[in-house]
């Protein structure tokens, strides 16, 4: 894109991550996840999607922390501490299990009977995010089940 007009967004993942976006033509700044670089996040980003709802991927800052698509971006993280037992809701999205978070931006889906997890930060600019989730299932059945599920 041509425009000159720079766009910085802010969201903060808990302790443990920081996006910031500026401008269409730099890369998305994304925190690793603590399990990242293991050999599972390996096959995973393997297999990120081309595109997130006719969204194309984007330039990283480091690709072993993730992958971003659209502006706002879509960010996807794998290595994420698995979740555990919760009262949240869970909902199934092709057989796959998240657990969605309201942020003030938009919406934290983390996989949920994976260990590690996959995360994904949809603004709400994509509302109805989880329509979006489809596109991760692929790269999310990388990662291995542990005893929990949706119930």
Request: proline share 7%.
């Amino acid at each position: 894109m041509t425009s000159r007009r720079h766009l910085t967004t802010a969201v903060a993942l808990g302790a443990t991550a920081v996006v910031v976006l500026s401008g269409c033509s730099s890369a998305v700044e994304i925190e690793p996840a603590s399990q990242a670089t293991s050999g599972v996040c390996r096959e995973v980003t393997s297999v990120w999607p081309a595109k997130v709802g006719g969204n194309a991927r984007r330039d990283v800052s480091d690709a072993s922390a993730g992958a971003a698509y659209g502006d706002p971006a879509i960010i996807a993280r794998c290595g994420v501490p698995a979740l555990a037992p919760t009262t949240e809701d869970c909902i199934e999205v092709d057989g796959m299990g998240w657990v969605a978070e309201k942020l003030s931006d938009g919406t934290r889906f983390t996989t949920f009977g994976r260990d590690p997890a996959l995360e994904v930060l949809i603004p709400s600019d994509y509302a109805p995010e989880p329509l979006l989730l489809p596109a991760f299932t692929k790269a999310a059945e990388k990662l291995p089940k542990n005893s929990l599920a949706c119930s």
